[in-house]
């Protein structure tokens, strides 16, 4: 143990010493390269002097090169500018010469000219005999003038009379319209009707109000109330139809379809609590009437007993309406009559005739029987039963009151008062009549004799236009013949001299100019010849200064190479020295030199790191294999020293933990805030989508079912397990269900479908997306769920651009990819909506590979030049046959 104590006191004096050896190379190293520094830096600064020269001398030659191509540029200006005025001298010369040999020429030419302006004047002069005195045109141009305005005077007055007319007629089509309107209004029976059926029953208003508001829910129309959709034919009809039918069919409602129905009954009753009666005829059609009664034994009540007709014959309504009406109060089987079927039920022969069966009726027994009838001012109902037991006739008759519901909407006295109005105002407006078309009679005349008389008055006017015309052709022609012979009448002679004179000057000009030519010409090249020289000479001095600064760029990367070196150098020296200063501390500490200082130098002693590590190994090995004393004390040692520091590490992470906790907590809040904010929204688009298809959905934030314990300071780590945290998707698809989250055990692969589109349309507005793809998600729906999800999905993909940002801010394109869609599909026509349409079949191509465009472009040309037709092969097209 002694050896081994020994061994390590050695080993840190040795470590200070190796590590005293590594600072001792790195400082020669450091002093060489100030050295090399140094000596760089002194040989750099004659080149950078050097430079400078060079640099002064290339810039003064410059300044010279510069003043020289300026000389130069002036003189070949200079030579420029007398070589142009050469030039145009000797183009005038030319000019004057072509002018002095035209001179006798142009004096033929002008003889020829007065003679051709003396016979044009002639001509003139003759046209002048064809027009009339001046006086006549001017005198017939004042009658007509006055004659027009006699005539405007009087049209104006026969427009004016005919005004006053028209006046009167509109005033009596405002009379008839208003009167007109009024009646219109009193006649419209139905609407008085429904204002009826709403005070009679509460709640059928608002019924009516909310089927009129969403017609667009069903899939085909939906009529009603029955009472506002009949029309009877007299207010005698109009009792015996308001006796017969009930007055919960009055307020009924028909629809043509169960789903109608079924929507109705739930949106209406369930949902709103509003009391409804709703009646279905399949498809809404009028099925084929089958009388009660013959047509031959009808004749029979016509004609003997004082029957009109069927109880249905009395009304009018849509098909669907009647229908109802014959399978709730069959009006088709009820007869009406008059006062003479009293007198039928005296003589006991009529109820007799109506109980008894038709001949091709196979059933045994008497049949019930219905009618209406009128005596002594007052209306009557008679029915006929049979017993089920005796077969004997029972009959009963109740007195019909006058209609309240289906009575007319007003008093006849004011109908009547308004359709005299009309009538008044019909025959007023036909007594006037006559007066205005014989204003407009007048009128045609006046137009015509005004049309006439200025037609005389542009005659006048034109024949006068003309005259002023001629005097002024005659005047310029006049002109003309003097100029003409003011020409032929110069002196040629006076005008040659003038002539050669001109050309003489201009010849000596042009000799003048060519010599300022020639001598500009010499110091030109002059110029140019000492512009050579300084430009080679710059050329030679910017080579050399290329070269030097070079050389200079080159010693200055040196310098900065031995620089940096320097001082990384320098920094290690440091680092060195106070690794250094630390294990002689720690040497002195574990082995002070003055104390065992002789004993480490001893003979025994390793003198090297290595052979020392050696001989430490060995020394542990013999004392670790000492058997009377296991290494029992060695480990306990060990494992205190590495209890030690495991505690400090355990300490360590305990405090880094409260304060990553720390860090999660305020993370976790801003995120599970923003979180649950998306959610909210995705939440209240998803209901109200899922309202729209008549379903209830919710989505819900699942954080797997665990919550943190703040209480007592501790978190519950599943908290944190954001791995379990997910969107739960809750939907109720039926009135009496609750809210079950969406799982293929408890949906229909339909129900599913619905709620994933109304789940993604919630998500579409919250993030933005080049595009979006779905793939037959309409497949599993029916045709009423398929119609709403297409309209939504429509709707949420043709959002415009909101006002004031850029195009590309939108929401994205929308592909529904599927098989086949549904025919008039709501939303198909929006504009933004593109249908890609894929062909496939024995006429398209089999592979993708075998399209050439190249190929395709060739046939098409030789199809243009050819007129042949396409053919399916690829072959040549074949010529069209013509059909005569």
Known sequence: LERIELLRKKRAWLIFDAKRLEALEVKEERANLKNQLKEAQKQIKPVKEKHAQMEGEVSKIKSRYTSLENKVKKDRKTYEDCETKTQTFQDNIENTLAEFQSIDAHQRRAEREVQAERKRLEEIQAEGASFPPMDEVEDSLRKAQSELRETKSKLDAAKRRAGSVQDKIDAEKQKEDEASQKLARLNDEKSLRRQRLFGMFQGLKDAFEWIDQNRKMFRRPIHGPIGTEVQPKSALTAAYLEHHVSSNTWRSFVVECPEDYKLLYREVREKKGIPINIITVPQGRLKPVTRMYSDCKMDVLRREHGFFGYLDETFTAPDPIMQALINNHNVDKVIVGGEEVQKALDRKDLIELLSTREAHDKKSGKVSSCFFYTHNRSSYRYTSQPSRFSGEIGTSSDEVQPARLLKPGCDPNIKEELSEIIKKAKETIENLLPAIQEGQIEMDEWHKHGQHVSVKLKDSKRLKQEWTQYKAKLRNQKEKLAEAEEDAAKDNEREKVQMVNKIKKLVENSIKESESAAKAHNECMKSTHALTGVKMTEDGLSDNLRKLGDLLQERMSETAELESRFKQTDKLYTTIKDSLKKLRDDAQAIAPQNEWGDRLQ??????????????????????????????????????????????????????????????????????????INIQQDVNGKFSEYMKEVGCAGEIRLYTGGETSNYENGEENQEHYNFKDWGIEILVKFREASKLQVLSAQTHSGGERSVSTIMYLMGLQNLMKSPFRCVDE????????????VFKRIVKNSTIPTEPGKSLDDHCGQYFLITPKLLPNLDGMENENITVLFVFSGPENFADCLDWNVDKFIAEKKRVLLTGGDWRSDGGTPKRKRRSR
């Open 602 to 675: 001893e003979d025994d002693m390793p003198e090297d790191l290595d052979g020392l590590e050696d001989a430490l190994d060995e020394a542990e090995n013999k004392v670790n294999s000492i058997t009377d004393n296991p290494h029992v004390t060695r480990q306990y040692e060990e494992r205190k020293v590495e209890i030690e520091r495991c505690r400090e590490q355990l300490e360590n992470m305990n405090q880094s933990q409260g304060m990553k906790n720390s860090q999660l907590k305020q993370k976790l809040g801003a995120w599970q805030s923003k979180l």
């Open 777 to 788: 998600i309409n497949q599993g729906l029916d045709e009423r769920n398929e119609r709403l």
